[in-house]
């Protein structure tokens, strides 16, 4: 269909250059909420993928809770001060050589991965919840909980640090 | 998808937005009409009978005010607040199923904008996004006062959210589906959920108080500590949408309320009239009007009755009552659903 293509574009375009915006901005706050507009492509090409369950848990889990957290941290550091970070010599060479083995380490992922086909790609009602559901607590249940125990787990931690009286 | 179907959508879609946008408007009156009842006196009467043309009056106002934008604010996100804000309140209606369907011609014309499979989650996902306007347009007045309205407003929401979310999680137990018209059809007749989920209704609606930035929980906006919050450096229209949206995230959730908990367009004995399909969904059409109308009021009640919470105990309650209460409601519902499935 022609309509979902040209979503597609746009969709693309829109969250590269929220991306990309991300890097460049100055100002936190504008990097964090070009974060956020890519968040909401991302879950756009969910949408178009017939994945909904995916895409408004995305939304809600990203964009509603995680980038919300960060905005408040900003706000509350008031990290907008431009030039708080100084770009030393030392700091530029450290980020070269950390990006270069984050490019190494992606392109050996990509090379020896094979794009394996693990369901049917003409069955369009992978992301429904009903299947999702039925995969996520048959097939993949003792991972899942194990999951959702260590976020009690992390909960906890975060609880514990943040008790004052606690010693 | 013919074109026929886009051009019933299309209109579907301006019907609930202007229904939202005038509600939203007459309920600035009927706010200040119903505070005038309740200290004793007349409310606006000066344009029009009773003040019918106040909210028109307003608007013009506002409209012509003078715009004035803070020297050290942040341009485009200043503007952005607002716009946003408004628009995330009226997102929600989509999914809102507003009356059954009517049948023309043989073909039916279903009464909802986007009958999505995860319609819940998706009212949660436009809840959880809800705080952006306002975060967005406190910090980008770079002012203090706004500054601490918007932390408020993120940290109340982020609070509250949970509970809410908690609340609705029993009644997708008990219902089985994710989607709204579903959960509407489940309440047939005077099936409603609020027989079921009593507890689940209470936390639901202290926590739409709470999302709203409604009193006793407008923190965000308290003008004895924080002059107007987070629109403090907002005049002209870009103020009047806070204000306007204010009154639209009320309808919605007053919408939310009536199809979650009292059954939507579902009255009782509706089956018994013998009326036709068309006649029960137009009749439907205005008890659910009539149900929003009256959690409209509850809002208004309240506001005009309680004082304002202090900060801690706002969140005191969301954390330490309104989380728990909600996790064992959970936890009988799901207890009560296995006695169904065992007996």
Redesign the interface.
Known sequence: MMFSKYLFFILSFIAIYAALKVLISK?P?HSV?YL?LAFFAIAGHYILLNA??LA??H??VY???IM??F??TV??LNLNIQGEFPKTKLVNIASIIAGGLLMLTLIAVFKSYDMEVLTNPNYNQIG??KTLGKVLFKDYFLPFELSSVLFLAAMVGAVMLGKKDIY | MDGNYIIYKFVLASVILLISLVVAMYATLLERKIAGFFQDRLGPNRAGIYGIFQPLADGLKLFFKEEFMPGSA?KF?YILGPSLTMMIALLTSAVIPWGDSLIFNGVEYSLQVAD???GV??V??I???G??GI??GG?ASNNKYA?IG??RA??QM?SY?LAMSMAIIAIVMMSGT?SLSEIVNQQHGFNWNIWYQPLGFVLFIVCAFAECNRAPFDLPECETELIGGYHTEYSSMKLGFYLFAEYINMFISSAMIATLYFGGYNFPFMDDLGLSHNALTIIGFFVFFLKISFFGFVFMWVRWTLPRFRYDQLMRLGWKNLLPLALVNVIITGFFIMLKHHS
């Open positions: 100002s706050m909420l956020t909904q369950f408004v848990v939304i809600i964009a509603g809770a919300v957290l905005i408040y706000m509350l429904l919840v | 942040d996100l999505i499979n995860v989650l998706y949660f996902a809840l959880s996004i705080v952006y975060m967005i910090w500054l918007a932390v993120a940290s982020i959210e994710l």
